[in-house]
């Protein structure tokens, strides 16, 4: 099944990067933020879920905050069935081949008025694979409007290849030769979809609204590309999303 138009599959391997919109309806992103609210509360009874890089720190220069779950699945039954839902598994296929496996997943919530930012960076620095088939797609369960601290977007920078990065216990690159605002904000609607490579350069903005946003990023890859090195686990890595091993 084909989710994704030529133009669009044609958009995403020039850009590198394809913003669908409606890929949810309404009622269904809404359905899955407050369970996404739900598990935040549940989780924050008991630990800290806060996740916000210290280089972002470095960059606001005041206290900002995201709250955070990897592998949400394992925590609310509503994520396992959105998981194998055609339209992220078949979108996905049309991208990078009819094989597609679960790499890992993370639930974001912005707080309003202070939602940490995340400085520009490629996600292949955190989990480097042989083929760089390896794509993330976020799901809006609300709007993303610029001064929600919408995803911003480098287009065309994933054919650079890999990039050296800084270190600062999460991988960025320099804020003074790649600053934040020099990417392309990519505003969204609740039940969009934006599939990025994680060659592509990207970050987003403070979250200044009066609202949270509500996010979900699932990390997916080609079911024959292997892992340059060991890392980043995630109990529910490798499993099929569309296809076959």
């Known amino acids: ?22 890929l949810l309806t309404p009622e269904e992103a809404s359905g899955f933020r407050q369970e996404c609210h739900a598990l935040a509360a549940r989780l924050q009874e008991k630990r800290s879920i806060e996740a916000t890089w210290a280089s972002a720190r470095e960059v606001t ?50 707080p309003p008025e202070k939602g940490s930012p995340f400085p520009l960076h490629q996600d292949h620095p955190f989990f480097p694979h042989e083929q760089h088939s390896m794509l993330a797609v976020v799901l809006h369960f609300d709007d993303a409007p610029e001064e929600k601290g919408c995803l911003r977007v480098v287009p065309g920078s994933h054919k650079r290849g890999p990039i050296e990065h800084i270190e600062t216990g999460s991988w960025h ?27 592509t350069i990207h970050g ?23 892992p340059v090195v060991d890392s980043h686990p995630s109990p529910g890595q490798g499993m099929m999303l569309w296809g076959n091993s």
């Open 1 to 22: 099944m084909s989710v994704l138009n030529a133009e669009q599959i044609a958009a995403y391997h020039q850009d590198g990067y394809l913003h669908v919109p409606g």
């Open 204 to 226: 987003s903005g403070v979250n200044v609204s009066q609202e949270a946003r509500t996010t979900w990023l699932i990390q997916l890859r080609r079911a024959d590309d292997r």
């Open 61 to 110: 220069m005041v206290k900002t905050q995201l709250l955070h779950c990897h592998d949400v699945q394992y925590h609310a039954a509503a994520f396992s069935r959105l998981l194998v839902d055609p339209r992220l598994g078949g979108a996905a296929a049309d991208l990078i081949g009819p094989n597609v496996q679960l790499h890992h997943n993370k639930m974001f919530i912005k």
């Open 173 to 199: 690159l320099s804020p003074e030769e790649y600053p934040l605002e020099s990417a392309v904000a990519v505003p969204a609607r609740a039940g969009d979809a934006l599939f990025f490579s994680y060659l």
